[in-house]
C-alpha cells in the first residue's frame, strides 16, 4: 500500500465510522436503533444522493475493499454473538406461546413472500429464479433479534412476559431463517458447488471436534482464572477459520461465525463469558457500523420506475401484513390474550440488523439484483422504525414505568398480561442477559 492510499483509507474509515456514530445517536435520540442512522450514513453517500464523482471523493472505490474488509470483521463478531447467545432464551420460556408466536411469525411471511416472488423473478432474479422465489420467502420471515433486544432494553420491556415471548420467539426464528437462507444458497448452486457436499463434515467437526476442544477450554480458564485478555485471541483464530471454511464451502462466511458462537460452551465460563462477550462486543461496536454504511451506499432507487415504486410498496405491505397477521394469529392460538398478542405481532415485525445481513449476502451469492436489493433495505429500514411509534400508539410501556407513572405494583399495572395463567411459566428476568448482551453488540 501506498502513502497516498493509506491516507485515503485512514479519512475514508474516520469520515464513516464518524458519520455512523452520529446519525446513529441521532436516530438513538429520536427513539430510532442506531442501525437506521448507520444506514442513513451510508445512503448520503449513494447515487440516490450524490453524483457517482462525489460518491467516488467521499469514498474512493480503491478504499473500499479495505473497509468491506473491515466491515466484515465487525460483522463476523457480531454473527458470533448472535450465534453465542441465541440458544439461551427459549427453554427458559412458556414453549406453547413461544412456538405459537415464532410459528406464526415464520410461516405466514415466507409463504406470502414466496408468493409475492413469483410474479417478481422474471424482473429480478439474475440467475435461478427458484432460489429468488425462496429468499424472498426467508427474508420476510426474518425477526432482528439484537435489534428487537435494543428496543425492549431501552423501553424496559426485557423484564416484561410480552418482551420475555418476543426475544425467545425472535431467537428461535432467527436460528430457522439461518438454516433456511444456507439452504437457499446451497440449492442455488453457485461456484464451486461440489463443495457443498462438505457442509455435513464441516458441521460434524464443529460439533464432534471443536466443541468439545471449546470446553475442555473454557473450563480449564475457568478454574484457573485465565483472564479474558489470554482467551479471546484463541477464539478470534477459531472463529476467523470457521468463517474461512464456510466461505471455501459457498455458504459465506457469516454462516461460519453463527455456528461458531452456537457451538460455544456456555456454562462451563461462569463469569468469564461476560468477559468475553464484553471483549468480543467491542470490537462489533466499532467495525459493525462500517458495514450498515457500506449498505446504504448500494442503495439506489433514483432510476425506479413507476412499477418498481409500485413493487417496492407491494414488497413493504406484505412484509408488514404477513408478519404482524402471522404473529397475531400464532400468538392468539397459543391462547394469549389481545392485549399481549397485539404488541408482539408489533415488536416481531421488526427486521433491522438481521435482515439487512440476510439481504446483502443474497446479494453478494448472486440471488437478487441491486434493484431488489434496493427495496429490500428500505423495507428493513421501514419495518425498524415503525416499532417504535407504533408501540408508543398502542400504549405498550415497561413494567418500571407504569409503577413509577401510576404507583400501582407490577400485577396491577398490566394485569391482563402477567396473568399466572397465560404466563405460568415465564421467569421474567430469564432473558435480561439476552437483552443486555445483545443490546450491546446492535
Not at 294 to 304: E, M, P
Not at 352 to 359: C, N, Q, S
Amino acid at each position: 500500500m501506498t502513502g497516498h492510499l493509506l491516507v485515503d483509507f485512514f479519512l475514508a474509515f474516520a469520515l464513516a465510522l464518524g458519520a455512523a456514530r452520529v446519525l446513529g445517536a441521532l436516530a438513538q435520540r429520536v427513539g430510532q436503533p442506531a442501525v437506521v442512522g448507520e444506514i442513513c450514513a451510508g445512503l448520503l453517500a449513494s447515487p440516490m444522493i450524490i453524483a457517482a464523482a462525489g460518491a467516488e471523493t467521499i469514498l474512493p472505490a480503491v478504499v473500499q475493499p479495505l473497509l468491506g474488509a473491515l466491515a466484515n470483521v465487525g460483522l463476523a463478531t457480531f454473527m458470533f454473538i448472535v450465534g453465542y447467545e441465541i440458544e439461551g432464551g427459549f427453554g427458559r420460556n412458556r414453549r406453547k406461546a413461544t412456538l405459537g408466536v415464532a410459528a406464526g411469525s415464520v410461516v405466514v411471511p415466507l409463504v406470502a413472500g414466496a408468493a409475492l416472488a413469483v410474479p417478481l423473478a422474471d424482473a429480478y432474479a439474475p440467475d435461478s429464479k427458484g432460489a429468488f422465489v425462496l429468499f424472498v420467502g426467508v427474508a420476510m420471515s426474518v425477526t432482528a433479534f439484537p435489534v428487537l433486544a435494543r428496543i425492549l432494553s431501552d423501553r424496559d420491556l426485557a423484564r416484561h412476559p410480552v418482551g420475555a415471548l418476543t426475544l425467545a420467539a425472535a431467537a428461535v426464528g432467527d436460528l430457522i431463517a439461518w438454516i433456511c437462507l444456507a439452504g437457499v444458497v446451497g440449492y442455488a448452486g453457485t461456484s464451486g458447488q461440489w463443495r457443498m457436499a462438505l457442509v455435513p463434515v464441516y458441521l460434524l467437526v464443529l460439533i464432534a471436534v471443536v466443541k468439545p476442544l471449546l470446553r475442555v477450554m473454557a473450563q480449564r480458564a475457568a478454574d484457573r482464572g485465565t483472564p479474558a485478555e489470554r482467551v479471546v485471541p484463541v477464539l478470534v483464530v477459531a472463529l476467523m477459520l470457521s468463517c474461512a471454511a464456510t466461505e471455501w464451502i459457498g455458504i459465506h462466511f457469516v454462516f461460519g461465525a453463527f455456528a461458531f458462537g452456537a457451538v460455544m460452551p456456555r456454562g462451563e465460563l461462569g463469569g468469564l463469558r461476560k468477559q468475553i462477550m464484553r471483549q468480543m462486543s467491542q470490537v462489533g461496536h466499532i467495525l459493525l457500523p462500517l458495514y450498515f454504511v457500506i449498505v446504504g451506499t448500494k442503495v439506489d432507487l433514483s432510476a425506479f420506475s413507476v412499477s418498481a415504486v409500485l413493487t417496492l410498496l407491494a414488497v413493504i405491505g406484505v412484509a408488514i401484513v404477513s408478519k404482524a397477521g402471522g404473529t397475531y394469529a400464532g400468538a392468539r392460538l397459543a391462547g394469549l390474550p389481545h392485549a399481549a398478542a397485539l404488541p408482539a405481532a408489533v415488536l416481531m415485525n421488526t427486521r433491522g440488523l438481521t435482515e439487512i445481513v440476510i439481504v446483502a449476502v443474497a446479494l453478494d451469492m448472486g440471488l437478487i439484483n441491486e434493484g431488489f436489493y434496493s427495496m429490500m433495505v428500505v423495507m428493513a429500514v421501514v419495518t425498524t422504525a415503525m416499532t417504535g411509534p407504533l408501540l408508543n400508539l398502542f400504549g405498550v410501556r415497561g413494567q418500571e414505568k407504569d409503577r413509577a407513572e401510576t404507583g400501582t405494583p407490577l400485577e396491577a399495572a398490566a394485569p391482563e398480561m402477567t396473568s399466572p395463567e397465560i404466563f405460568a411459566e415465564f421467569p421474567v428476568s430469564g432473558t435480561e442477559p439476552l437483552a443486555e448482551s445483545a443490546r450491546k453488540s446492535s
